[in-house]
């Protein structure tokens, strides 16, 4: 009851607070009925975002971001990564991606996990441990089960195997290729799979759309799972494009067709598109559009394409920037939260592209979870509400 008591004030306060605001942000563009609604009326699954827990306290963010009409999947951008969720052994830190996977639940949105066995933003305890064979495949296994049991029946898919390749088509080195060979592949999803059989267990990388010794080094992979007759369903592609450099539709359309004629649906998983020169000129910005809106065609084309996931929505917090100094403004809104040229003009292929089926019912909103679940997302709005009365 006090509980109750205390949910209904987190509500009405920040209801309040939200009133007061002089300039509400579009928490969807004009024109447009919302990305994922516009995706899911043209046949697909989702029209995702990946999100964090750092960006929730932003509210004209959370305005765009918490609209399941506008993206109807989450993924943690870096909060199930395992330097973050198993920072040293045995000790698992679940609280950030949690927030992520409640706030998804809560707005009726699906979730998307990522991700499991991956050489980067490893802990030290794994990147610089002294290993054998034996002793790997233990902390890979408990790793894998720990993780994907506690998010079980949560994940529409887990990114369970990312960027294994080099540019060449062969194994990057890493802890994992250099103790357990290619070995760890297989294990990798045949763990995963047993700890949650509803997941769709995906091979995730880059650059596999423009360099061709890495797609056929990506169809061996998938091949070398399927012949130790462990599952995988899906590939991601995680499309980090360029601006001019974005490969056309034909070629993204060819390009998934060969892993489906494996067996697999296919997903763009962290698309962006890079501006190389900043400020972007008016140019720039229309060919933007364009290799956005390829990408997008590229998807609808392929019927086991089931969605696309951009990796966050807006510039304020893409990651190009700061891993590519000079390069940036690679998302659909720009800073200030307005939707780019690039916006609309996915909307508009996306709505040209309905295929007439009655519109899929509204999302559910979890009434009873809402406590537990916002509680703590909403204290520094309760706290900034009573600041402003
Ligand atoms: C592993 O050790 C190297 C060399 O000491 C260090 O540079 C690196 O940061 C360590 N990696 C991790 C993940 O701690
Ligand atoms: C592939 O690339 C890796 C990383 O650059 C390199 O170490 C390896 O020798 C290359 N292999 C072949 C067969 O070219
Ligand atoms: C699309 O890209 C492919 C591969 O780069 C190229 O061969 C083809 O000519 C391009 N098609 C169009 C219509 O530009
Ligand atoms: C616009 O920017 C592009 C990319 O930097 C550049 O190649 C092009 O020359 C520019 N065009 C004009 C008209 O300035």
Not at 117 to 144: C, D, E, Y
Not at 296 to 320: E, M, N
Request: charged content about 15%.
């Amino acid at each position: 009851m006090l509980l109750l008591l205390t949910s209904g004030l987190l509500v009405s306060a920040s209801t309040l607070l939200a009133e007061r605001q002089q300039t509400p942000p579009a928490a969807v563009a004009p024109e447009s009925q919302g990305l994922h609604r516009l995706m899911v009326n043209a046949g697909k699954l989702y029209f995702g975002t990946a999100i964090e827990t750092n960006n929730f306290n932003d509210r004209p963010y959370r305005a765009i971001a918490d609209n399941p009409d506008e993206f109807g999947m989450y993924v943690p951008e870096n909060s199930q990564k395992w330097e973050a969720i198993q920072p040293r052994q045995g000790v698992f830190s679940f609280d950030a991606a949690d927030s992520v996977a409640r706030l998804a639940k809560t707005n009726g949105q699906l979730f998307r996990c990522h991700t499991l066995t991956w050489h980067s933003q490893l802990p030290p305890f794994v990147q610089n441990g002294t290993w054998t064979r034996a002793t790997l495949t233990a902390v890979l296994t408990a790793h894998i089960t720990s993780v994907v049991t506690h998010y079980k029946s949560l994940c529409y898919a887990w990114d369970v195997v990312n960027e294994a390749l080099a540019e060449n088509g062969t194994l990057r080195a890493s802890v994992f290729s250099q103790i357990l060979g290619p070995s760890f592949l297989p294990l990798s999803f045949s763990v995963a799979g047993a700890a949650d059989p509803s997941a769709k267990l995906y091979y995730n990388d880059f650059n596999l759309e423009t360099t061709p010794a890495k797609a056929a080094g990506a169809l061996r992979i998938v091949q070398q799972i399927q012949a130790a007759a462990a599952p995988i369903h899906g590939i991601g592609f995680q499309a980090h494009f360029r601006v001019g450099q974005t490969p056309n539709r034909t070629a993204l359309v060819t390009l998934q067709n060969r892993f489906v004629a494996l067996g697999l649906e296919t997903s763009f998983t962290e698309l962006d598109v890079a501006h190389l020169t900043l400020p972007a000129n008016a140019t720039a910005v229309a060919r933007q559009a364009t290799d956005y809106v390829g990408v997008v065609q590229a998807c609808l084309d392929v019927p086991r394409c089931v969605g696309i996931v951009v990796w966050q929505f807006t510039d304020k917090y893409s990651w190009i920037p700061n891993t590519f100094p000079g390069l940036g403004d690679a998302c659909l809104f720009d800073r200030d939260f307005k939707p780019k040229p690039a916006y609309t003009a996915v909307a508009s292929v996306l709505a040209a592209a309905a295929t007439g089926r009655p519109p899929p019912p509204p999302p559910q909103r979890s009434g009873g979870s809402r406590v537990g679940m916002l509680g703590g997302l909403l204290w520094p709005v309760v706290v900034a509400g009573l600041f402003v009365w």
